[in-house]
């Protein structure tokens, strides 16, 4: 008999990015059917681009037909999970990486068991909800969420599995380039988070200062999530604004940057897989150096001032050596490295569990 698995794919597109690897590698494995509920066009060809063999079953849920939906984008989450309450729990194990799913817990007929892949390892509260404690089984990158899951009473040690980091696996080498010239790159980060992020406030005259700024390019890619905000654009050849494509998700930005700006993205965790330099944008005078939520502003430069940038920036590769062992301590606590891929440990975890085993 053949296991039924089925992944949500009801949030955006950045979301998608955690849990395809196990999908695929779920749906290589003998005797595992795995079947992909989506909620709009662009999130089916996006899952599409990178299963081109189609190992992945596909199957559109219902949504409202509001608007038009984009990757970023998508139906409301609440109303596609009411409108496709049925289908979802036909299926034995469910898989996601969003926690609005949990409310079909409080469905009288829900039966199905539930996974969470907490997608991102950064560091601000808002990544742990009461919503976490729903799920049957929690999957993290590295033992920092499972710690934390467990102190705020969200997971306990036999419901919570260390499995890496499974979208490194995804990344693609691609010959186009970001800028003409071969400059080095800042990548600029802010959160969506208005409570946390550096954007609402202060986000123009961050670029102001940007265009100023010779000797660098820079990229300026804020959180997909993030809505609103002041509409900043720039003339200046040497920075490129990007409110929302796959770039912004598909670690080409990381990839390419010598030096990240930031604020509370978990990106920054993406970014240190190589060990390189950060600057972090203070510019609300938070008391930041004891508050776990910004554990990672220790792993470079902070600033108070959109004008210390250009210094910051001129000295971050001599001050680098200094926070590279920082780097390397925080990177394994927040993403788990090991010799068996991220893919198949979150494969091996969901198939135990879907058998009644331990996942482990």
């Known amino acids: ?123 601000r509260e808002g990544g742990y909800k009461r919503k976490h404690a729903h799920f049957d089984l929690t999957l993290v990158s590295g033992v920092k969420d499972k710690q934390r899951l467990i102190e705020r009473g969200l997971a306990n040690d036999d419901n919570c599995v260390v499995v890496g980091y499974g979208k490194f696996e995804l990344i693609r080498q691609t010959a186009d380039s970001i800028f003409s010239d071969s400059r080095p790159i800042a990548l600029y980060n802010p959160h969506f988070d208005k409570k946390v992020g550096t954007w609402a406030r202060h986000g123009r005259q961050i670029v102001r200062t940007m265009e100023s700024i010779p000797g660098w390019n820079f990229v300026v890619a804020p959180h997909v999530k993030l809505r609103g905000g002041p509409a900043v654009r720039s003339d200046a050849g040497h920075i490129v604004i990007d409110r929302g494509s796959t770039r912004s998700i598909d670690m080409s930005y990381t990839q390419a940057a010598s030096i990240y700006i930031g604020d509370a993205s978990s990106q920054v965790y993406e970014f240190i897989r190589t060990p390189r330099a950060c600057i972090f944008l203070n510019f609300d005078r938070i008391e930041w150096r004891t508050d776990p939520a910004y554990a990672h502003w220790h792993l470079g430069q902070v600033i108070e001032n959109a004008d210390d940038l250009p210094m910051a920036l001129a000295r971050a590769q001599e001050l680098q050596p200094q926070y590279e062992p920082v780097q390397r301590r925080l990177s394994a606590a927040s993403i788990d490295q090991a010799e068996m891929p991220a893919s198949e440990r979150q494969a091996q975890a969901i198939l135990a569990f879907a058998r009644g085993g331990h996942a482990e």
């Open 1 to 123: 008999m053949a296991h039924e698995i089925a992944f949500l794919a009801i949030s955006q597109a950045h979301q998608f990015m955690h849990w395809l690897p196990a999908a695929l590698r779920l749906a290589a494995e003998p005797g595992v059917r795995v079947t992909v509920l989506v909620s709009s066009n662009a999130g089916q060809d996006f899952i599409r681009s990178y299963d081109p063999e189609g190992r992945l079953q596909i199957k559109r849920l219902r949504a409202p037909a509001m608007r038009q939906h984009g990757l970023f984008t998508p139906p409301p989450r609440v109303p596609v999970l009411l409108l496709n309450a049925r289908l979802i729990g036909s299926y034995p194990i469910i898989v996601t990486t969003e926690v609005t799913s949990s409310l079909l817990y409080r469905l009288p007929s829900f039966r199905s068991r539930m996974v969470q892949i907490k997608h991102g390892a950064g560091d």
